[in-house]
C-alpha cells in the first residue's frame, strides 16, 4: 500500500514504514536507546532526505521512549533526579544543535555533514562498546564478576549530589556535560542520543546498568520533543504522515522489547547493540563511498 509523503515528496509503502517503527520500537524497549542511530540511517536507505528524516524521526522517538519509560516506572528504575540533571544539559544542547543545523542547511550541506556524523559516531561507539561487551562475557564465562570501577577522577569534582536511586553521590558537571553533548546530537541527528548516553552513564558515571535504560528513556522523551518542536518551527521539515506511522509501529514495538530487555544479561544486551550500531556503520560508510550521490559530482554542467 503505498502513501504519498507531503513533506519528503516521495511515495514509500506503509506497511514497511509500520514495519520499521516497530523494529526501532522492540530496540528502544530493549536497550534504552531512542531507537534514532537506527531509524534516521534506514530511512536514508529508502528514499528520505535526509533533513526530512532527521526533524520526522525525532518525533517518533518521543513515543517509543515514553511507551518505554512507563514500562520502567513499574519497575522502580527510573532514576528521575540524575534524569531532571541530564535533562538540563540536554535542553541546552538541543537548542544550540539546531542553530547549528539551520546554518548548514542554508549552505546546502547539512545532508552530508548528518551521513559524516553516522559513520564517525556510530563506528567509534559501536567498536568501544564491542570490545568491552566481549570482555564483560569472558569474564562472566569465567565466573570472574567484573568489578565496579572505582573511585575515578569525575568523584574529584565539586557541586556534588545524592542520587539515591542510583546509589551515587557525585558531581552535576559530567552529567550536565553528557546531557549537552546528547542535546546536540539529537537535534543535528535525530537521535535521542541513548547510544552515547547509556554507555557514558555505565562506564563515565558509574550507574548500575539496570537504572541507567529507565533514566535515558526518560531524558531522551523532553529532549527530543523539545527538538522536533524547533525543527517544525524553523525550518518545517517535520512530516507528519511518516511520523504517524513510525510513531504506531514505535508504541507497539517498545512494549515487546522492554519484555524482552528483562530476560536477558546486560552483557547480551550490550553485545547485540555494538553489533547492530557497527553495521548500520558499515552500510553508511559503503554508501558513501562506493555510491557518491550529486553531493560529490565535480563535472561540468551539461552542454
Same mark, same amino acid.
Given at each position: 500500500?503505498?502513501?504519498? !509523503?507531503?513533506? %519528503?515528496?516521495?511515495? /514509500?509503502?506503509? #506497511?514497511?514504514? $509500520?514495519?520499521?517503527? @516497530?523494529? *526501532?520500537?522492540? &530496540?528502544?524497549?530493549?536497550?534504552?536507546?531512542?531507537?534514532?542511530?537506527?531509524?534516521?540511517?534506514?530511512?536514508?536507505?529508502?528514499?528520505?532526505?535526509?533533513?526530512?528524516?532527521?526533524?520526522?524521526?525525532?518525533?517518533?522517538?518521543?513515543?517509543?521512549?515514553?511507551?518505554?519509560?512507563?514500562?520502567?516506572?513499574?519497575?522502580?528504575?527510573?532514576?528521575?533526579?540524575?534524569?531532571?540533571?541530564?535533562?538540563?544539559?540536554? !535542553?541546552?544542547? %538541543?537548542?544550540?544543535? /539546531?542553530?547549528? #543545523?539551520?546554518? $548548514?542547511?542554508?549552505? @546546502?550541506? *547539512?545532508?552530508? &555533514?548528518?551521513?559524516?556524523?553516522?559513520?564517525?559516531?556510530?563506528?567509534?561507539?559501536?567498536?568501544?562498546?564491542?570490545?568491552?561487551?566481549?570482555?564483560?562475557?569472558?569474564?562472566?564465562?569465567?565466573?570472574?564478576?567484573?568489578?565496579?570501577?572505582?573511585?575515578?577522577?569525575?568523584?574529584?569534582?565539586?557541586?556534588?549530589?545524592?542520587?539515591?536511586?542510583?546509589?551515587?553521590?557525585?558531581?552535576?558537571?559530567?552529567?550536565?556535560?553528557?546531557?549537552?553533548?546528547?542535546?546536540?546530537?539529537?537535534?543535528?541527528?535525530?537521535?535521542?542520543? @541513548?547510544?552515547?548516553?547509556?554507555?557514558?552513564?555505565?562506564?563515565?558515571?558509574?550507574?548500575?546498568?539496570?537504572?541507567?535504560?529507565?533514566?535515558?528513556?526518560?531524558?531522551?522523551?523532553?529532549?527530543?520533543?523539545?527538538?522536533?518542536?524547533?525543527?517544525?518551527?524553523?525550518?518545517?521539515?517535520?512530516?507528519?504522515?511518516?511520523?504517524?506511522?513510525?510513531?504506531?509501529?514505535?508504541?507497539?514495538?517498545?512494549?515487546?522489547?522492554?519484555?524482552?530487555?528483562?530476560?536477558?544479561?546486560?552483557?547480551?544486551?550490550?553485545?547485540?547493540?555494538?553489533?547492530?550500531?557497527?553495521?548500520?556503520?558499515?552500510?553508511?560508510?559503503?554508501?558513501?563511498?562506493?555510491?557518491?550521490?550529486?553531493?560529490?559530482?565535480?563535472?561540468?554542467?551539461?552542454?
Amino acid at each position: 500500500m503505498q502513501i504519498y !509523503l507531503p513533506i %519528503a515528496e516521495i511515495s /514509500v509503502n506503509a #506497511f514497511l514504514l $509500520l514495519g520499521l517503527g @516497530g523494529i *526501532v520500537g522492540i &530496540l528502544s524497549g530493549m536497550f534504552g536507546v531512542g531507537g534514532g542511530f537506527l531509524m534516521t540511517p534506514l530511512l536514508f536507505f529508502i528514499g528520505i532526505p535526509p533533513a526530512v528524516a532527521v526533524a520526522t524521526e525525532a518525533n517518533q522517538i518521543v513515543a517509543s521512549s515514553f511507551s518505554g519509560v512507563l514500562a520502567h516506572f513499574k519497575r522502580k528504575t527510573v532514576d528521575l533526579r540524575m534524569g531532571t540533571v541530564l535533562l538540563i544539559g540536554g !535542553l541546552v544542547g %538541543a537548542a544550540l544543535g /539546531v542553530v547549528v #543545523f539551520n546554518y $548548514l542547511k542554508a549552505q @546546502g550541506q *547539512v545532508d552530508l &555533514l548528518v551521513k559524516l556524523c553516522y559513520v564517525i559516531f556510530l563506528g567509534v561507539i559501536g567498536g568501544l562498546m564491542f570490545i568491552e561487551s566481549l570482555n564483560a562475557i569472558r569474564k562472566t564465562s569465567k565466573g570472574t564478576v567484573p568489578k565496579r570501577k572505582k573511585h575515578n577522577w569525575i568523584h574529584g569534582l565539586p557541586f556534588k549530589m545524592r542520587f539515591r536511586v542510583s546509589g551515587l553521590y557525585i558531581s552535576v558537571i559530567p552529567p550536565i556535560i553528557v546531557g549537552v553533548l546528547v542535546g546536540i546530537l539529537a537535534a543535528i541527528m535525530g537521535v535521542g542520543g @541513548g547510544f552515547i548516553m547509556v554507555p557514558a552513564m555505565i562506564y563515565l558515571l558509574g550507574m548500575p546498568t539496570k537504572v541507567v535504560v529507565g533514566t535515558s528513556l526518560f531524558q531522551i522523551i523532553f529532549v527530543t520533543a523539545f527538538t522536533t518542536m524547533l525543527h517544525a518551527t524553523t525550518n518545517f521539515t517535520v512530516d507528519i504522515v511518516l511520523a504517524v506511522l513510525l510513531l504506531v509501529g514505535g508504541v507497539f514495538g517498545a512494549q515487546i522489547g522492554t519484555r524482552i530487555g528483562v530476560k536477558m544479561k546486560a552483557e547480551q544486551l550490550r553485545i547485540l547493540l555494538a553489533i547492530m550500531v557497527l553495521a548500520v556503520c558499515g552500510k553508511l560508510a559503503f554508501d558513501l563511498l562506493v555510491m557518491p550521490s550529486d553531493v560529490f559530482s565535480i563535472a561540468a554542467g551539461g552542454h
